[in-house]
């Protein structure tokens, strides 16, 4: 397994910082002691993000007597960080094989089993666990969270606030509450009048942030908002520079003349459609609308399979060179282990289906490696007026996406990546398809209709009644996808003007807004 982190480019080669001989004195006692503070520290690495020390601790702490069980559930949880998701599966299935989990076991398990789309299980996973622990308020939680992602959002809010009565301290449950729109007058009270703790304060200024959202004020939703990503922003850094030098990489390397001497390889069993374009921009709906075609389309979601197994190989060939400067020695044997190990990840822990979506939207940077990996591939970009996106984005407050901390650099980087994305479509012509979000909803039909037509799937009337398909929604537009088209979505950020300012003067200066 990796030991990198996909959060940014600067994180991805982090090393170990903790050596630790974790071989239990001699002695029951002094056993049971030693292997508390070894567990205690991996815990502590990986509640800083270091995961290769948490790893490695992890790996030692596996071949130790009487601690496999205890290794296995640090390193689910590293891969579980690490958005890996092939390694949470068969790490999952190891520490399952030793026993029957409890509740310290079930959380990692269930959202190994979560990050492979496997809900069915981890909700049978959870509830077995709960039996035997009914009072475990971050287990109700789990639970929670998993009832929205399969459409029962009652249910949902029944777990979430069963999860508050038994643990008051937690927080995060009104952050999902808050994204179902179930947070109450009572919930803004507590919350804006409780002395919270710094480590749920994230949670809590989000969801204020959106029960002021659902009152219109606008204001008082901002401040909030602003306090967040004040807290997240340290944690999650982001470079503008590396951004801008990427795009500037992408066009000069990946010219119409350089993708025609990368070697084409024939069609793999699966086919794939990378879903591709700014987070908010409306990749869930495009995954929604194709699975409503009637014919088996699997999903694997924002999956990151491709992007490690890109570092992955870059690491053992080539020295960790970057991309997109990596794309000049991929031979061959390369692109074809490539696509072997991309469809064996795809169809071992996501879906068998003949075609899937992938829409996991970093794929933006490597569509020209990915077109000539997968030739019968469809690309689809899903485009939003910007400042929709600006606004719905920063409204989110991801704890992963560095650029979305900040006005300006959201607008940054919808610039550059509008850039690349224009790039591969002057070089790549008739390979990807732009479905714009407002076309979508005012002329549905027709636009999807040349969605479907593109992909290579049959068409129903059922496309254009999308929010009745049935099927687990992982991403923040879980209830969005569930409803009908509606108006109310386009021009969101018209009310947030003035406060969007930063975005806009950005946009300017690029020539975007006039």
Request: proline share 6%; hydrophobic share 40%; net charge neutral.
């Amino acid at each position: 397994m990796s030991t990198t982190s996909p959060r940014g480019e600067a994180q991805l080669r982090k090393l170990a910082r903790t050596q630790l001989n974790v071989t239990p004195a001699p002695g029951q006692a002094a056993k049971r002691v030693a292997a508390t503070e070894v567990v205690r520290a991996g815990e502590r690495c990986l509640a800083a993000e270091d995961f290769a020390g948490a790893l490695q601790i992890g790996e030692q702490l596996r071949k130790t007597d009487g601690l496999a069980s205890e290794g296995l559930r640090l390193m689910v949880l590293v891969a579980v960080a690490l958005r890996r998701p092939r390694d949470a599966w068969q790490l999952a299935s190891q520490l399952l094989a030793t026993g029957v989990p409890d509740a310290r076991t079930a959380m990692p398990l269930a959202e190994a089993l979560q990050l492979c789309n496997r809900h069915g299980d981890a909700l049978a996973l959870v509830d077995e666990s709960l039996r035997d622990a009914p009072g475990d308020a971050n287990l109700r939680n789990l639970r929670g969270r998993l009832l929205a992602e399969q459409n029962d959002p009652a249910g949902a809010e029944q777990e979430l606030r069963r999860a508050l009565r038994l643990a008051p301290e937690l927080y995060s449950p009104y952050r999902q509450l808050a994204l179902l729109g179930r947070l109450t007058t009572e919930d803004m009270t507590r919350l804006s009048t409780a002395a919270i703790p710094t480590a749920g304060q994230v949670d809590a200024w989000m969801a204020l942030a959106a029960g002021y959202r659902q009152q219109g004020e606008v204001v008082q939703e901002f401040e909030y908002l602003h306090r967040a990503h004040a807290l997240v922003r340290p944690m999650d850094a982001w470079e503008p520079e590396e951004e801008r030098q990427m795009a500037r990489d992408i066009e000069a390397q990946f010219t119409a003349a350089f993708l025609e001497k990368l070697p084409a390889l024939p069609a793999g069993r699966q086919r794939p459609i990378f879903i591709v374009g700014m987070p908010r921009s409306g990749s869930t709906l495009a995954e929604q609308i194709l699975a409503s075609t009637g014919t088996r389309v699997g999903a694997a979601g924002e999956s990151q399979v491709f992007p490690w197994l890109l570092l992955d190989l870059s690491r053992r060939r080539y020295g960790e060179m970057d991309y997109p400067q990596l794309a000049t020695v991929l031979t061959r044997g390369d692109l074809e282990q490539l696509q072997r190990d991309y469809l064996q990840t795809i169809s071992e822990v996501y879906t068998q289906s003949p075609v899937f979506v992938d829409k996991q939207f970093t794929n933006y940077k490597y569509i020209g490696l990915l077109a000539r990996i997968f030739p019968d591939a469809r690309f689809v970009h899903t485009v939003r007026e910007p400042l929709d996106i600006i606004l719905s984005t920063y409204q989110l407050v991801f704890r992963t996406l560095g650029f979305s901390h900040d006005l300006e650099h959201l607008a940054q980087a919808w610039v550059d990546r509008a850039r690349i994305m224009a790039h591969w479509h002057r070089v790549l012509p008739g390979r990807i398809h732009a479905l714009v979000y407002e076309e979508v909803v005012a002329k549905p039909e027709p636009t999807l209709r040349a969605l479907v037509e593109f992909c290579g799937l049959p068409w129903t009337d059922k496309v254009l009644r999308f929010n009745e398909t049935e099927r687990t929604v992982k991403t923040a537009s879980q209830m969005q996808v569930r409803k009908p088209l509606y108006q109310s979505s386009v021009a969101r950020w018209k009310p947030y003007a003035a406060l969007l300012e930063p975005a806009r003067r950005v946009l300017s200066d690029a020539g975007v807004l006039s």
